[in-house]
């Protein structure tokens, strides 16, 4: 069974900095482009950042452009998100997701951990 | 780049069809199917119900089935049922630096 584990959230000065991770098992985490979604308290879905199986390519939301950082262990089963110079809008749960396959399919998340709530505040 | 558009709510009784609609633009929706819709019912994770605009995930009923004309696509449900109630974001690959975007949700009401 696929599970996804994140964990790192908590509350955070504005222009501080946060690492959230998120912990796979039951799959084969370097098969898989992985991917971080967002979602603000009462709020829709925001795709946050994108990397590739290798880790060899990443991508991110402008909003968060230069601030967030997307990496990956493969040997660990592990994804990282370094969160710099928050902002207040950054509050959110953010979820890891699993994309359904490789090439076209990596724009389909098929398994989502729980998320964990970060919180930009003074 | 804005997010695509979802009517905030629909609402339909047992039985019932309904459709939700997402609308894009040529840069998104209209030139690509890699729409997807996802289901999140109230205090759960977003779940993967239709993919490339009208596939079904396994273990998805075939109630749900997805469509696309244009720069909109829809998804329908048929049958509906009381679990079916939840929010529905569509999402699609947009060949904008912002790579992927999804709509605002729309909340279904089954009554």
Known sequence: ?122 | QSALTQPPSVSGSPGQSVTISCTGTSSDVGSYNRVSWYQQPPGTTPKLMIYEVSNRPSGVPDRFSGSKSGNTASLTISGLQAEDEADYYCSSYTRSSTYVLFGGGTKLTVL
């Not at chain 1, 796979?24 to 098969?31: D, K, R, V, W, Y």
């Not at chain 1, 749960?93 to 505040?121: E, H, M, N, P, R």
Request: charged fraction near 15%; include cysteine; hydrophobic fraction near 35%.
């Open chain 1, 1 to 122: 069974e696929v599970q996804l584990l994140e964990s790192g959230g908590g509350l955070v000065q504005p222009g501080g900095s946060l690492r959230l991770s998120c912990a796979a098992s039951g799959f084969t985490l370097g098969n898989y482009a992985m991917t971080w979604v967002r979602q603000a308290p009462g709020k829709g879905l925001e795709w946050v950042s994108d990397i590739s199986e290798s880790g060899g390519s990443t991508y991110y939301a402008d909003s968060v452009k230069g601030r967030f950082i997307i990496s990956r262990d493969n040997s660990k089963n592990t994804l990282d998100l370094q969160m710099n110079s928050l902002r207040a809008e950054d509050t959110a749960v953010y979820y890891c997701a699993k994309s359904l396959g490789g090439g076209i399919y990596k724009y389909y998340f098929d398994s989502w951990g729980q998320g964990t709530l970060v919180t930009v505040s003074s």
